[in-house]
């Protein structure tokens, strides 16, 4: 009876070995060598191979490596046998860490980017065969970290010793462990590194290499030239055109739609072309606000175009393979903001007239950048995540009381108004009169929001008096 397929681990992370089942009979044998669903459902990562190659071995004793290279690769054989050896060449605990296995056409490995790969083949006629995630080229061999065959510190045991086996010249002549640079892992990039969510990003994440607008702009043409996009795994796209009102007007609307719509679609070619893992923000005002509770399949029915923008946004995100939507309402973070605004009101004496028949929930950006961060490390499935602070809604009156009430003042200093009442007069996008997020999915991820009245308290006790 053949036995099932099989993914097992080994002592090197993610280099995984799979074991093929051969149907075999008179004529001959026939595997699935390479199968997407099989695989992936057994632990294989969806790596996206985009280039097959074939190494034809004439002799026994033909010795490649050790190269690590920039892309993932699964390797198999169509005829033949080797000894395979591998070697973690990544910056990290596990550098120099080795794995070897004898491989038949029954067996495959799949090999990450920055694990030196190498191999001997014991049997005349050996084909070598190798999936990869990248277009090969001679440019990408600059950056390749390479591993002499004979190293004393890692100690292949090779069944041939190398004195007697093949190898190029090149690879005899490849550097000791000692003098090997090891593989940089990739990086993680904040784009909208000077908002609120930007910022509480990078506190968050202080390795990450942040972006602001002035630095790459999405609205600007040639974003995929524009940085060393191969070099990143995870983008936290924080940029975004959020000036609701003004982008009710002419000039606010093309700049609404091109940050928020053609510069994401942009950003999404160039993160489907890279294999990154893309977590993105969203917003409250890509819904109309009739449903008292949205959750994250309610059908998007933005007001105004700053919600339409977003909500265009949002779809071309959704059809990346690796993507995270954040979607949130009400934020609050450094700098100007409405808690900031109510209490210096407070503390000048001024009794504002707030709106009372718009709800929702804040979300502080730190607790924001803290959810994307788990989201895109916890393994949870890609899609869209709604994430407020918990606790019951409130109005942004209910919110200025709170305030006006922590800084000293009155309560009745506020002044409840319509929606009608405020925007009387003035150039007002329409909003969402119910902003309130099912919290039910985040959750189940295993985080925990903050409860907006404590956040809200422990927010106002920080922060200095006017």
């Not at 904040?190 to 990078?202: D, N, P, R, S």
């Amino acid at each position: 009876m053949t036995e099932a397929l099989r993914v097992e681990e080994t002592p090197i992370p993610g280099l995984l070995v799979l074991r093929l089942p051969l149907h075999g009979d008179n004529r001959g044998w026939f595997k699935e060598n390479w199968q997407r669903e099989k695989m992936t459902e057994l632990g294989l990562p969806d790596f996206g191979p985009v280039q097959n190659n074939v190494s034809f071995n004439v002799d026994v004793g033909v010795t490649r490596g050790i190269h690590a290279e920039p892309w993932d690769k699964f390797v198999s054989l169509a005829t033949g046998r080797i000894f395979g050896a591998w070697v973690d060449l990544r910056e990290g605990d596990c550098f120099g860490q080795t794995f070897t296995i004898e491989m038949g056409p029954e067996i495959a490995v799949f090999v990450p980017r920055g694990v030196g790969n190498s191999y001997q083949t014991l049997e005349p006629g050996t084909a070598y065969s190798y999936l990869v995630n990248a277009h090969w080229s001679e440019s990408a061999r600059d950056s390749y970290t390479l591993l002499n065959l004979a190293d004393p510190t890692v100690a292949i045991d090779w069944p041939i010793a190398l004195t007697h086996a093949e190898l190029s010249d090149a690879d005899r002549a490849h550097p000791f462990l000692d003098e090997v640079q090891p593989f940089r892992p990739r990086r993680t990039l904040i784009l909208g590194a000077g908002g609120q969510i930007g910022t509480a990003l990078a506190t968050l994440l202080p390795e990450a290499e942040v972006l602001t607008r002035a630095d790459l702009d999405l609205a600007q043409p040639g974003l995929e030239n524009a940085i060393d996009w191969a070099s990143y795994d995870v983008v936290y796209n924080a940029a975004a055109y959020t000036a609701v009102d003004e982008a009710e007007t002419e000039e606010g609307r093309r700049e609404a739609w091109a940050v928020n719509a053609t510069g994401v679609g942009r950003l999404v070619e160039v993160a489907r072309h890279h294999r990154l893992t893309l977590a993105h923000f969203s917003t409250d005002y890509v819904f109309d606000g009739t449903s008292e509770l949205h959750d994250e399949d309610e059908p998007m029915s933005p007001l105004g175009v700053y919600g339409q923008s977003k909500a265009a946004g949002d779809a071309i995100v959704s059809t990346l393979p690796r993507h995270f939507i954040i979607r949130t309402s009400w934020v609050v973070g450094d700098g100007k903001n409405f808690i900031t605004t109510m209490a210096s009101l407070a503390d000048r004496e001024v009794s504002p007239s707030v709106i009372d028949d718009q709800r929702g929930r804040l979300s502080f950006a730190e607790d924001l950048a803290r959810a994307a961060v788990h989201l895109t490390t916890c393994g949870a499935e890609t899609g869209t995540y709604n994430v407020t602070c918990s606790g019951d809604p409130v109005t942004w009156a209910d919110l200025a009381v709170k305030v006006f009430e922590a800084r000293g003042r009155a309560g009745t200093a506020v002044t409840r108004v319509s929606t009608e009442e405020y925007a009387a007069g003035k150039r007002v996008a329409p909003r969402p009169r119910h902003s309130t997020l099912d919290l039910s999915k985040v959750l189940a991820t295993g985080f925990e929001p903050r409860d907006g009245s404590e956040a809200v308290q422990a927010y106002l006790e920080a922060l200095p008096r006017t």
